[in-house]
């Protein structure tokens, strides 16, 4: 499941992006432009975060118009990922589950307004009887339950806990609409109540009645079969500039209906184009129009529908639907157009930076956008650094704390380097000033002070925080 500020980095770093005017695919689309575009921007940014490999799919209308995979799918092996890689979801499933909500409110199985506790039998929440948790509340993350997720390592032979287990155990920490938060939780339990209304397993249920409506051939989304696990992209950590890729432990979430699901990128563009086709898919509906105005629509004054960041991109003038996703060592992105009826899906199998940050760039979203809207599509000068004195470089290598955090500043070549912790991800320092550098690939800015000649702190600036790490040695 994803980790609410890195999602947030990522949008964000997408809006601030040169504006130009743009009506519903304005233009002329060029599929061959497309390829080369992306395939150039996908290519450099696997190299220069050190990421294994990315599946990209890309639609427009009712179709899918192009999909690719880059790079490895097992860097010890040199497997190469294809269109047929299996990754994880992560969160970016949310909105499905969300969708099964809705297919079972639609048959008058259930109100959006009900009460989560009629429907739960023995498995209960722990709410408050003056204000009950409602469907609306679960699906929109204000149910004001306890929140968290559980990982086990697949190879750690303890099972999680039952669906049953842990949503039984939840208990609310303030009444329900008086705060957003994000909650894994509360979505697992979304995907128990599927189960226990339905009548029906979970993942039979998702395959049944969405995915394979949508001509989704993956059998096993959420408990992957033999010949699936072969077809695997296994976990890595992002190398940065200088490292290369390092294999994670695979593990597994309890609360899977939240985002431990595990798909082709093709598959979830076949969703993404019934959620901007008003439920249709090629002529197949799987929801009603109605339901999916629902699940994009903004609750108790918030930026979040059902399992969907709603977002005015100020560059298009258009509705941007969204969604992060990650587990370690894979993470996953969703992003349409409401007016263009455009998008994007994308997996690869690493997952942060050091600096927090998401490792495939904003960029690639950004292009691709403009690109299937038919815009033109210009692409982002990419910063330089400056000459600095070899001497004063040397000054700045060393070990920084900040609180229980690490920062290792080294020399590799003539370049410096940024490592976090002891991680394999090693970023290279790009000097604008002789004191002042940035994260290559990132607007994360990293300033060396000192007093008396001699180097004593380095400042951290990333999303309009300060931080300060105090030399070590």
Not at 109 to 122: A, R, T
Not at 155 to 169: D, K
Not at 378 to 383: L, V
Not at 420 to 430: A, D, F, P
């Amino acid at each position: 499941m994803t980790q609410l500020p890195a999602r947030r980095l990522a949008i964000l770093a997408l809006l601030i992006l040169p504006a130009s005017p743009a009506l519903a695919q304005s233009g002329r689309f060029d599929l061959q432009k497309t390829k080369t575009v992306l395939t150039g921007l996908v290519e450099k940014t696997l190299r220069d975060n050190g990421i294994p490999s990315m599946s990209i799919a890309l639609v427009r209308g009712d179709s899918i118009v192009w999909t690719a995979a880059f790079g490895y799918a097992n860097m010890r092996t040199k497997t190469p990922a294809t269109t047929e890689t299996i990754y994880s979801t992560g969160s970016s499933f949310k909105s499905v589950t969300a969708t099964a909500v809705m297919q079972l409110a639609e048959q008058g199985k259930l109100k959006l307004d009900d009460p989560i506790n009629k429907y739960l039998g023995d498995a209960k929440v722990k709410d408050s009887s003056s204000t009950p948790v409602t469907f609306t509340h679960i699906l929109s993350h204000w149910s004001g339950l306890k929140n968290g997720a559980e990982t086990q390592p697949i190879w750690g032979r303890r099972l999680p806990s039952t669906l049953e287990g842990f949503t039984s155990a939840l208990t609310w920490v303030r009444a329900p609409e008086t705060k957003w938060e994000y909650n894994n939780f509360a979505y697992g339990t979304a995907g128990l109540l599927v189960q226990k209304i339905s009548g029906v397993e979970y993942e039979k249920y998702m395959v049944d009645n969405i995915l394979m409506p949508l001509g989704v051939t993956t059998p096993h989304p959420v408990y992957p079969s033999p010949e699936m696990v072969e077809r695997m992209a296994l976990p890595y950590s992002a190398g940065g500039t200088f490292g290369k890729p390092a294999p994670v432990a695979q593990v597994h979430f309890d609360v899977y209906p939240a985002g431990d699901i595990y798909l082709r990128a093709a598959d979830m563009a076949r969703y993404l184009i019934a959620q901007l086709n008003g439920g249709v898919f090629q002529g197949k509906r799987i929801l009603s129009e109605a339901s999916v105005r629902e699940m994009h629509t903004a609750r108790f004054g918030g930026d979040y529908g059902f399992g969907f960041w709603m977002v005015r991109d100020t560059a298009s003038g258009h509705t941007l639907i969204h969604h992060g996703g990650a587990i370690a060592g894979q993470r996953a992105f969703l992003i349409g157009d409401l007016d263009a009826k455009v998008g994007v899906y994308y997996m690869t199998n690493s997952d942060f930076l050091p600096d927090g940050t998401p490792p495939v760039q904003s960029e690639i979203v950004y292009a691709a956008l403009k690109l299937l809207r038919g815009e033109n599509y210009t692409p982002r000068a990419e910063t330089k650094g400056i000459a600095v004195n070899e001497t004063l470089l040397a000054s700045y290598v060393g070990t920084y704390s900040v609180g229980g955090a690490t920062i290792t500043v080294s020399r590799i070549g003539r370049a410096l380097a940024f490592q976090q912790n002891g991680q394999s991800t090693i970023t290279e320092l790009l000097p604008v000033t002789a004191t002042r550098f940035l994260l290559r690939g990132s607007t994360i800015a990293v300033t060396f002070e000192g007093d008396a000649g001699r180097i004593e702190r380095l400042v951290v600036e990333a999303g309009g925080q300060r931080q300060v790490a105090t030399r070590r040695k």
